[in-house]
């Protein structure tokens, strides 16, 4: 079903307007029929309307919003353009609720302060899109770009830091198995985090864990961790305490 977010707080039986941008995404790229159903996703609550005169949406029903069974808080050290930004779509399908970029020892991207607000504008705008893509209903909150120690201030209840040279026996999973309503994993750049930069994130209560025994890209580890965390969460048990 496609989806579309706007800001105003919505009633049931009233037209809301969509913005040109939507609009134009709705009514003219996907040529949205009036027998279609959209969803409306507006302040966490999820409407359901049929397209009436362009840009009008008419909203018609509701739909129950389960809430997610854990909060999770990807730290990412910067990376490569295009492999960035597939990350933070693959991210937000795979569930993340906060992104904290950072920069470290082994990252080779560097941003002009002055081009940081445009950056932080397409990143936002590709999880919004992945956001409609994937009917996620809750946004992927950004924040600005961190270093190694401010990555203290985004701790969960479990907090992870991925080490390539971890034990392959110590595991993510195991930290995972009494699933925390939330959790903040910690990713490297290319180059991986040096053995400083674990010790400074262990003393601030970081676990070292490992994602196997396959050196994966930086990307990939994201996506890895990500997905043990959905997995996990979705077991019998862990679904029980949610």
């Known amino acids: 079903m496609k989806q579309v977010f706007v800001q105003e707080p919505l009633q049931l039986n009233t037209t809301v307007f969509l913005d040109d941008k939507q609009a134009h995404h709705l009514f003219d790229v996907l040529r949205t029929s009036s027998k279609e ?31 997610r069974m854990v909060d999770v808080t990807l730290c990412a050290a910067l990376i490569k353009a295009d492999k960035w ?3 933070l779509q693959k991210a937000a ?17 560097s941003i002009e302060e002055k081009k940081m607000e445009k950056k932080m504008q397409r990143w936002q705008a590709i999880l919004e899109a992945a956001a409609k893509q994937c009917n996620r209903v809750d946004p992927v909150l950004l ?10 201030e985004f701790k969960s209840k479990c907090n992870l830091v991925c080490y390539s040279k971890e034990d392959g026996s110590n595991h993510i999973a195991n930290y995972l198995q009494m699933m925390p309503d939330s959790v903040t994993i910690a990713i490297g750049p290319e180059g991986g985090f040096t053995l400083q930069e674990v010790e400074a994130l ?13 050196i994966l890209r930086a990307e990939t580890a994201a996506c890895y961790a990500l997905s043990v965390v959905e997995y996990q969460s979705h077991l019998p048990g862990n679904q029980e305490k949610s």
Request: aromatic residues 10%; contains cysteine.
């Open 37 to 67: 159903t959209v969803r409306v996703v507006s302040q966490g609550e999820v409407f359901l309307a049929r397209c009436e005169q362009k840009p009008e949406l008419y909203i018609f029903g509701r739909e129950e919003v389960r809430p």
């Open 202 to 214: 262990e003393s601030e209560g970081f676990f070292p864990c490992s994602l196997g025994d396959l």
């Open 93 to 109: 399908e795979l569930g993340v609720s906060r992104i904290v970029p950072f920069t470290c020892r082994n990252t080779v991207v």
């Open 85 to 87: 930004e597939w990350m």
């Open 143 to 152: 924040e600005p770009v961190q270093t190694i120690p401010s990555l203290k």
